[in-house]
Each structure stands twice: as C-alpha cells, then as structure tokens.
C-alpha cells in the first residue's frame, strides 16, 4: 500500500537493497541497451518476476517448456554459431526442433476444453489476432490487456443441419 508522506499519496516508495556489484553492472548495462534509467529497468525485471508467478499458477507446464525452448535456441547458436534470429539455416533448424518439441508433448488424457471448434481454425484466429495486435503494438506502443474470451466463436462455420438437403444454398428455399 502506498504511503503517505506531508498529505499525499505516493505512486512509488524509494527502497534501499544492497545487490551484489556484478547484478548491478547486469542492470546498467541492460537499461542503457533500452535508452532508459537504472530505476525503470530494476522496476520492470522486478515486476516481471510477479508476472512470472502469476504465469505459473495459471498454466503450471508453460515455465518448463519456455526454459527447454531457450535451450534449444542455445544449441542451435552454439552448432551454428550464430542464433536463430539472424541466420537462416539457424532458423529453418531452430523451427524444425521447437516443431519436434511441441509434438512430442504428451496428449492429455481427458479433455479439459469447453470450446468444440477444430483446433486449426481456433489456432487460425489466435494466431491471426496475435499478429494484429502485435502489429498495432510497433506502431503505436501500446498493448491490450486482454482478447476477448471467445474470439474462435465470431468465426466457427456455421453448423451444418443435416435435415436440409444437400444440393440446395443453406437459408434459401
């Protein structure tokens, strides 16, 4: 809870922590790389960290697999001596393993899901959503908070009534 100092409420409260030196040359180098202070830096890392856990109670598996995706990316710059994100047979071989990766994930046994729309099209609005969204993040800056809970819905065909007969333009008569 913020304090209150001569009546008014503070936004931030200043800390004093001692850090080993080596951390904070990490910090002054990281923030001087994004062209902003030393506090903004230790704030974002800091809040992030938060981000982090609420991540882990929400989807316990994803810190597992993001760490074995860095490991790959890892051996990918380490056979080829460059990343993935700069060489293209770094990439195409960075792609084929994160592929091999996700599909030997095991299959869950019962299913979990309320949605009964076919993955590739959830994954087709996902995807498509994401792209939009990070694009009006590098033009503008800014990022939503949150995509609506059933964007698959707006574009789910429609079902198909099998009473109708085949041959006739479904709504016509």
Same mark, same amino acid.
């Given at each position: 809870?913020? /304090?209150?100092?001569?009546?008014?409420?503070?936004? $931030?409260?200043?800390?004093?922590?001692?850090?080993? #030196?080596?951390?904070?040359?990490?910090?002054?180098? =990281?923030?001087?790389?994004?062209?902003?202070?030393?506090?903004?830096?230790?704030?974002?890392? &800091?809040?992030?960290?938060?981000?982090?856990? /609420?991540?882990?109670?929400?989807?316990?598996?994803?810190?597992? &697999?993001?760490?074995?995706?860095?490991?790959?990316?890892?051996?990918?710059?380490?056979?080829?001596?460059?990343?993935?994100?700069?060489?293209?047979?770094?990439l195409s071989t960075f792609k084929e393993v994160i592929g091999r990766l996700v599909a030997d994930l095991?299959?869950?046994?019962?299913?979990?899901?309320?949605?009964?729309?076919?993955?590739?099209? #959830?994954?087709?609005?996902?995807?498509?959503?994401?792209?939009?969204?990070?694009?009006?993040?590098?033009?503008?800056?800014?990022?939503?908070?949150?995509?609506?809970? $059933? #964007?698959?819905?707006?574009?789910?065909?429609?079902?198909?009534?099998?009473?109708?007969? /085949?041959?006739? =333009?479904?709504?016509?008569?």
């Amino acid at each position: 809870m913020p /304090r209150k100092r001569t009546g008014k409420l503070l936004e $931030t409260e200043q800390l004093n922590v001692r850090l080993p #030196v080596e951390l904070v040359e990490d910090l002054h180098r =990281a923030a001087g790389k994004r062209g902003w202070p030393l506090s903004k830096e230790i704030r974002n890392r &800091l809040g992030g960290s938060f981000s982090d856990d /609420r991540m882990r109670v929400k989807d316990p598996a994803l810190p597992d &697999l993001l760490n074995q995706i860095r490991w790959l990316s890892h051996l990918v710059r380490r056979h080829y001596g460059a990343g993935w994100h700069v060489d293209g047979a770094a990439l195409s071989t960075f792609k084929e393993v994160i592929g091999r990766l996700v599909a030997d994930l095991p299959v869950p046994a019962e299913p979990q899901a309320e949605a009964k729309h076919p993955p590739a099209l #959830v994954a087709d609005v996902i995807y498509r959503g994401y792209i939009a969204e990070r694009r009006e993040y590098e033009q503008t800056g800014k990022l939503k908070t949150q995509m609506g809970p $059933t #964007v698959a819905s707006k574009f789910a065909p429609e079902p198909v009534n099998d009473d109708e007969p /085949r041959g006739r =333009a479904r709504g016509r008569k």
